[in-house]
């Protein structure tokens, strides 16, 4: 995600649609704080557009649609709204909504030094949520790192820690199969050789 600076006053959600509807910068929401998304970087970009594009690729034919950016995911009605870096839905009432989704399969969110900090803990917690959520994906930007958040059939949230060029993110219901290295393909990110901890999982609250 983009740098979130917060805005001063309180918003109403109705506000909150209007100023969306007005501005030309996107928005987020929650609990009547909003917080304006400011411009990303090259790499950031790049890595959006690499998950984005092997998605689409490996989604073909299926009635499901990837968006990046720019669409409004409402994470819970009324009181918080986001612009992921890269999602997937599935859900036949998103293939008709023309703003706004409600229940995607797949969130990938692009790491900043701003935002790591919120997309890790309140918005990973808001996400988790969502009962069509099954793949949570948070890309490092200052190192190559994916970390692969997956929800298993007893409802826990298993993460596996992708850092070795050759690693395989493999999310067989999306037919997505892509290394690491294809991840960053032409992002500019250097190769940092770090120890990733073991895997671990993450029961819901």
């Known amino acids: 995600m983009g740098h979130a600076e917060v805005q001063q006053s309180h918003y109403t959600v109705e506000d909150y649609f209007a100023l969306e509807a007005a501005s030309n910068v996107r928005h987020e929401f929650f609990e009547g704080e909003v917080f304006a998304m400011a411009g990303t970087t090259r790499a950031h970009n790049t890595i959006a557009l690499n998950m984005a594009m092997a998605l689409r ?7 499901c ?27 036949p009432h998103d293939q008709r909504e023309n703003q706004q989704v409600y229940s995607p399969i797949l969130i990938v ?33 200052n190192t190559w790192r994916v970390e692969w958040y997956r929800r298993n059939e007893a409802n826990q949230w298993v993460i596996n820690i992708l850092t070795d060029p050759e690693e395989l993110l493999l999310i067989a219901e999306l037919n997505l199969r892509m290394t690491v290295t294809q991840v960053y393909e032409k992002s500019g990110v250097a190769l940092l050789r770090v120890a990733s901890s073991p895997d671990a999982t993450l029961q819901d609250e």
Do not use: W
């Open 57 to 63: 690729q490996g989604i073909g034919d299926k009635e």
């Open 65 to 91: 649609f990837v968006q990046i950016e720019s669409v409004r995911l409402a994470v819970e009605e009324n009181r918080h709204y986001t612009y992921p870096d890269v999602l997937v839905s599935c859900d």
């Open 109 to 141: 969110e692009v790491l900043s030094p701003s935002t790591s900090a919120y997309d890790r803990g309140l918005k990973f917690k808001q996400y988790q949520k969502l009962p069509s959520l099954h793949h949570y994906l948070m890309i490092a930007q």
